[in-house]
C-alpha cells in the first residue's frame, strides 16, 4: 500500500487516488469509505469499473484527517 506521504503527492498533482489506500490514509474501513461514496459523503469518479477519488477531493479527506496545529 502506498504510504499516506505518496497518496498526498499523488492529489497534490491533481491526479485520481485510489479508494484502497486512500481509506487507510484516513482511517476508514474499505467497505466504510465506499458507504460513504455511496451516501454522496465523497466525491468519486468511475474510470471503467474503477471507483477513484479526484485529488481535490483526496486533499479534503487527507485535511480534514490531520490534527490542528497548536
Known amino acids: 500500500m502506498p504510504k499516506v506521504n ?4 499523488r492529489a ?6 485510489k479508494v484502497p ?5 484516513v482511517g476508514l474501513s474499505v467497505n466504510g469509505f465506499y ?3 455511496r ?6 469518479i468511475r474510470i ?3 471507483v477513484m ?7 479534503r ?4 484527517n490531520e490534527p490542528a496545529a497548536a
Open 61 to 64: 479527506l487527507l485535511s480534514a
Open 48 to 50: 471503467g469499473r474503477a
Open 12 to 17: 497534490r498533482q491533481g491526479k485520481n487516488v
Open 35 to 37: 458507504a460513504a461514496c
Open 6 to 9: 505518496e497518496i498526498l503527492e
Open 39 to 44: 451516501r454522496g459523503e465523497i466525491e468519486t
Open 53 to 59: 477519488v479526484p485529488g481535490r477531493e483526496a486533499l
Open 21 to 25: 489506500p486512500l481509506a487507510e490514509a
